[in-house]
């Protein structure tokens, strides 16, 4: 993936959110992180600016209610 988007001319148009675990097994906190800060830089017009979001103390789940509200209150920021 990182040699497709090194150089690429790719063009993200929706704001992106990531949300991880600071606890999680499976894909590593830094593994995360580093994924999401290469996905920010190519990124560059402000008002598409990409969060992040850590959960202390989530694992590798998808059904956190922090995450949840995480995710409502992105949308609903993005939709309206």
């Known amino acids: 993936i990182h040699e ?3 150089g690429s001319e790719m063009c993200i148009r929706d704001r ?3 949300v991880h675990g600071d606890e999680d097994s499976v894909v590593h ?9 290469l996905l ?3 990124i560059t017009d402000s008002d598409r600016a ?3 979001v850590t959960i202390a103390g989530m694992g ?4 956190d209610k922090e995450e949840i509200a995480t995710v409502k209150h992105f949308l609903h920021e993005v939709l309206h």
């Open 4 to 6: 497709r988007l090194v």
């Open 16 to 18: 992106l959110l990531q």
């Open 40 to 42: 920010r830089s190519f």
């Open 50 to 52: 990409p969060a992040f």
């Open 60 to 63: 590798h789940i998808s059904s």
């Open 29 to 37: 906190y830094s593994w995360g992180k580093m994924s999401f800060d």
